[in-house]
């Protein structure tokens, strides 16, 4: 028998046992849970606000573990391999799914949202779904693979190109990891936020440049920085309502440069065509990662990024109440939150 924890609706939970999974074909694995981040999707779901989410669902995507079974016609991964998993289900055969944009697969599911994801003990997936991660990586940190995916999968939609001048607006998580995701590449980044804790970490973790909206004027600083000439790319990383519209203020994104959105805020925005067309700025849209899992295992395994801190908040899964309590009580030191199994 095992634990797994179940939204049942909006603000509701519960924590059942039930027998561990059997596999359903001979290309599953079984996969002893060891590490499951708290994305802010997560939140979403448990608040009734993601309108991709379906309940009952078991939440969590961003998922790490060691395979305990495999089916007999498994051949990329063996018992005892530590490995992270992908969290989309795609059917492989749409227009698609056959151009390389399987993360928006027109019969997408997603862990943790559509289907049931990683806040349990134990879970199945197919073997192309499973990444293996060497020994070097733990399991805390194994948990960040996911949203460094993201990080990749962004920078990767907007172009970005050793040289660029980007703008962050937002420095959790995300925003963190996109902020170190651009400092691979070869970028100069200014990260934006209303937390100045949030922004001197930022610094931490590489970025030239600072702006705490709330004290300054944010175009009048990108204009200092730029030479009045603003930016290359922005990132909205803080997705709430009016926050993709700021960054279209006349002086922070420069002609012909490019802002990139990530959010599901189903509130509208006040962006007109002249925005775009006056200086003919593309507006990109990213959605969860494609392909990017490989490639960050790897930096990891370099240790090309600081990983110093992105956990805030490690919490036992026997003490999986204090996920729910954070959601519902936000505490600002609380950034980022990983379940830790055993």
């Known amino acids: 028998m095992m634990k797994e924890v179940v939204i049942t609706k909006p603000y509701e939970y519960e924590i059942r046992e039930v027998p561990i999974p059997e596999l359903e074909d001979d290309y599953q694995v079984l996969i002893k849970m060891k590490a499951a981040g708290v994305c802010g999707s997560d939140y979403h779901i448990y608040h009734g606000a993601n309108p991709n989410s379906t309940y009952p669902r078991i939440p969590g995507h961003e998922n790490a573990g060691v395979v305990v079974k495999v089916g007999s016609k498994v051949t990329r991964v063996k018992e005892g391999d530590r490995v992270v998993v992908d969290l989309i289900i795609t059917c492989g055969q749409c227009y698609q799914c056959k151009i390389g944009r399987e993360n928006i697969c027109e019969n997408v599911k997603v862990r943790g949202s559509g289907v049931d994801g990683g806040f349990r003990e134990y879970f199945t997936a197919p073997?192309?779904?499973?990444?293996?991660?060497?020994?070097?990586?733990?399991?805390?940190?194994?948990?960040?693979?996911?949203?460094?995916?993201?990080?990749?999968?962004?920078?990767?939609?907007?172009?970005?190109?050793?040289?660029?001048?980007?703008?962050?607006?937002?420095?959790?998580?995300?925003?963190?990891?996109?902020?170190?995701?651009?400092?691979?590449?070869?970028?100069?980044?200014?990260?934006?936020?209303?937390?100045?804790?949030?922004?001197?970490?930022a610094k931490a973790y590489g970025a030239d440049y600072i702006i705490n909206s709330r004290k300054e004027n944010v175009v009048e600083r990108v204009q200092e920085i730029t030479n009045r000439k603003g930016v290359t790319i922005a990132f909205d990383s803080a997705c709430f309502q009016g926050s993709l519209?700021?960054?279209?203020?006349?002086?922070?994104?420069?002609?012909?440069?490019?802002?990139?959105?990530?959010?599901?805020?189903?509130?509208?925005?006040?962006?007109?065509q002249a925005m775009l067309a006056q200086r003919e700025l593309d507006l990109i849209s990213s959605r969860m990662s494609c392909y990017q899992f490989e490639p960050v295992i790897e930096k990891f395994a370099n240790n090309e990024f600081n990983l110093d801190g992105l956990v805030t908040t490690p919490i036992k899964f026997d003490e999986i109440d204090k996920v729910f309590h954070y959601m519902d009580n936000p505490d600002p030191k609380v950034k980022k939150m990983v379940i830790l199994f055993d």
Do not use: M, W
């Open 127 to 201: 073997e192309d779904d499973v990444y293996v991660i060497p020994n070097s990586i733990d399991f805390k940190d194994a948990a960040l693979i996911e949203p460094f995916a993201i990080g990749a999968h962004c920078t990767n939609r907007g172009k970005v190109v050793p040289g660029d001048i980007v703008f962050i607006l937002g420095t959790g998580t995300i925003g963190s990891i996109i902020l170190q995701t651009c400092k691979n590449k070869g970028c100069t980044v200014i990260c934006c936020d209303i937390d100045d804790e949030t922004l001197e970490r």
């Open 245 to 272: 519209t700021s960054l279209f203020e006349p002086g922070l994104v420069r002609n012909a440069g490019r802002v990139v959105n990530l959010g599901f805020t189903t509130a509208p925005e006040s962006i007109s």
